[in-house]
């Protein structure tokens, strides 16, 4: 069991920035994929950003694309998300989660975190 704690999010006013964590206090998964995911209230959990597991291969879903940076430091055990030029559609709680098959299983993949809330007000 890999145990994900997101932290960081928070009310930023549209145009702001805000950098989401993802670590693993107990386990070591530099070997994992990453990814983040976003669910709005009635809305579908989409993908926003994954990153495998040496940090060489990424893909952002096409609303974030230029806007977010995702990263990772397996020295640390923590994955980043650095959200930069919000938009109040941004709005949503922002999950990670990893898998050792790489992020292909969408929201499938094996681990989750429990959520972090991001508010951009307009």
């Known amino acids: 069991q890999v145990n994900l704690v997101e932290s960081g999010g928070g009310l930023v006013q549209a145009g702001g920035s805000l950098n989401l964590s993802c670590a693993a206090p107990?386990?070591?998964?530099?070997?994992?994929?990453v990814a983040w995911f976003r669910q709005a209230p009635g809305k579908d959990r989409d993908l926003v950003a994954a990153?495998?597991?040496?940090?060489?291969?990424?893909k952002y879903g096409d609303s974030v694309k230029g806007r977010f940076i995702i990263s990772r430091d397996n020295n640390k055990n923590t994955v980043y998300l650095r959200m930069n030029s919000l938009k109040p559609e941004d709005t949503a709680i922002y999950y990670c989660?990893?898998?050792?098959?790489?992020w292909g299983r969408g929201t499938e993949m094996a681990y989750w975190g429990q959520g972090t809330q991001v508010t951009v007000s307009s």
């Open positions: 989660a990893a898998d050792i098959a790489g």
């Open positions: 990153i495998s597991w040496s940090g060489r291969a990424t």
């Open positions: 107990e386990y070591a998964f530099n070997t994992y994929a």
